[in-house]
């Protein structure tokens, strides 16, 4: 199994991606908006991917699907509130069904994982965040983070608590250039502290996905994402999180501008991570990041293959889809929902990020 997470170009598998995907064995794969035209569609891609895959375990099919301006689904229909949306609404009972209509969707497209929660904290900042984070504090999200994650588990979706240590308070976007964080380790425990909704969390998160900020005052040198300091110091032995640890997607500027992707992987297992997620240009990538990782010390590779067999343990079978007639009445369900909580809560204008268009 190669720790890693591959973005798919199109609708359909081409033959080269089978044959490449069938030989290298992924841990798993990430869709985006490029993917989903047709929920029927999807769902045979999704069934091939699984049919790909060796082993006992199903692969992990991720999707970030967390309302909002961060919606994969808009072409078949679906869209659902922001977290910022249903954080400002503050009602518990509307995020449970927020995190219900979204399993359902995941369910009948073949996806297991959903890189949500977001535990960031918003702010004003043109940092990609807005509109993707449950409040400005800790307590609003904990607590309405909390209620989606623990729903969507129950329906048999795994999560991941994103972008650690906080990506709150970085003034710039990670997809365009390097963003930078001031906070000491103790400033992130503190009160309202970026890394709080993580340790509130952590135990209920079989996921964490890691940023691409430099943390200065732990590591002045590297990505939070290739930092061991970051990952193996502070999340792992000092926070004592046993969980997979994925990364943001290596194809961002935070990252190219100064490192190659298959040096980035690399580094990103050594620092403790588990699956770094490649998201584009896979076809391109895919060989040279597996040569990179095969060159990696032999205790490095099985620790990560070891947690991503263990996440993989967690994927339930996958449930059948819904009919066409389902589908219909789902979709105008969702669209009831969507048109109650905007009256309730207008969604804000957020900076223009690459994130709403993947």
Known sequence: MLPLIAGI?????????AELFSRLQ???????????EDYEETRELTDALRRLTTGAYEPIIALDQEGGRVIRTAAIGIRLPSAAALGAAADAHWVEQAALYSSRCLHTLGVNT??????????????????????????????????????????????????????????QDPHFSLPQLEASREQMLAENGSAIPFTALMDELPSIMVAHP?????????????????????????????????????????????????????LAIQAGCDAPLV????????????????????????????????????????????????????????????SRVAEHAVEEESPASPVQDY
Request: aromatic share 8%.
């Open 26 to 36: 992924p841990a798993g794969y990430i869709l985006f908006s490029r993917n989903i």
């Open 279 to 338: 998201c584009h240009g896979v076809l391109n990538l895919l060989g040279e990041v597996a040569e990179s990782l095969s060159a990696l010390p032999e205790d490095a590779l099985r620790a990560a293959q070891e947690r991503l067999e263990r996440f993989r343990m967690l994927i339930p079978a996958p449930q059948p889809p819904m009919r066409f007639i389902e589908w219909r009445e789902y979709a105008e369900d969702v669209r009831i929902f969507c």
């Open 114 to 171: 959903v890189l949500a929660p977001v535990l960031d904290y918003g702010s004003e900042r043109a940092n990609a965040l807005g509109g993707r984070c449950w409040g400005a504090d800790s307590q609003a999200v904990i607590s309405y983070a909390g209620v989606w994650n623990r729903v969507m588990q129950r329906r048999g979706i795994l999560t991941c608590g994103k972008h650690f240590p906080g990506m709150g308070e970085a003034r």
């Open 214 to 266: 430099v943390a200065v005052e732990v590591d002045a040198e590297r990505p939070a994402s290739l930092s061991p300091a970051v990952v193996g110091d502070f999340l792992r032995r000092q926070l004592g999180y046993e969980g997979v640890v994925f990364t943001d997607d290596l194809c961002m500027g935070a990252i190219t501008e100064t490192c190659a992707v298959p040096e980035a992987a690399a």
């Open 9 to 17: 170009e199109g609708t359909r598998l081409s033959a080269r991606e």
